[in-house]
């Protein structure tokens, strides 16, 4: 469900909240599924449980996960969440769009780029 990578620069809790977030905004975590508790998931990656814990804790703040005192931690509704980091791309593509437009690469190569058509 959730992996390492040790050879990525960011920090090991960054990755866990990005692979969680993918995996509820995916579908693969359903609203009100429980997630593994803090100690059981640093067993299972092998990590300080400090780690998990300010994983969920930013999870928390970023509205992807609730908890329930003395039940655990549990999957927010993800549709609103969904939306939300949809309007984060595209409010990002946007912003790259208007960057590379300035520097005079054109809608064409952009749309070639993506489609993977041509390699910048």
């Known amino acids: 469900m959730i992996l390492i990578d040790y050879r990525d620069a960011r920090p ?3 990755q866990v909240v990005e692979r969680f977030k993918m995996l509820i905004l995916r579908g693969v975590l359903s609203p ?3 997630i593994p508790s803090v100690r059981n998931l640093a067993v299972d990656l092998s990590i300080n ?4 814990q300010r994983a969920y804790s930013e999870l928390e703040r970023q509205g992807y996960i609730f908890t329930v005192k003395g039940k655990g931690n549990f999957v927010s509704d993800s549709r609103q ?3 939300n980091y949809r309007k984060e791309i595209f ?3 946007h912003r790259i769009c208007s960057t590379a437009f300035e520097i005079g690469i054109t ?4 749309v070639q780029s ?7």
């Open 12 to 14: 090991i809790y960054e």
């Open 32 to 34: 009100d599924d429980k």
């Open 49 to 52: 449980p400090n780690t998990i």
């Open 81 to 83: 969440l969904l939306a």
């Open 91 to 93: 409010d990002e593509l």
């Open 107 to 110: 809608e064409e190569e952009l």
């Open 114 to 120: 993506i489609r993977g058509e041509r390699g910048l």
